[in-house]
């Protein structure tokens, strides 16, 4: 997917629609450390007992297709006053900046 460097969306801070940049913001954890997820787990295991880990099927057979994609997050920097922001992107398989 290919991105324009420079695009003109809303700002909410101006309240008007302006010409904004556009940068790819580093992949980082989605949902956060403990999301409800990791924190059930932790309550899990932390009583005494193997925690269901020898009676299940391996891992690496439970989950046999994994996510071939990535979402990107867009960091969207408003040329008139500043303000910054991050908007996701659909999966895509490569995302790129196009320079005009």
């Not at 009583?47 to 057979?61: E, M, Q, T």
């Amino acid at each position: 997917m290919k991105i324009p460097a420079k695009m003109r969306t809303f700002c909410p801070q101006c309240n008007t629609h302006t010409v904004q940049e556009v940068k790819i913001e580093k992949a980082k954890q989605r949902g956060g450390g403990m999301n409800q997820g990791s924190r059930r787990s932790a309550r899990w295991t932390s009583r005494i007992g193997n925690h269901g880990r020898y009676s299940r099927r391996p891992i690496a057979a439970r989950n046999m297709t994994s996510k071939t994609t990535k979402k990107v997050d867009l960091r969207i920097t408003c040329s008139q006053c500043g303000k910054k922001w991050i908007r996701s992107r659909p999966r895509a398989r490569r995302t790129e900046i196009k320079r005009a």
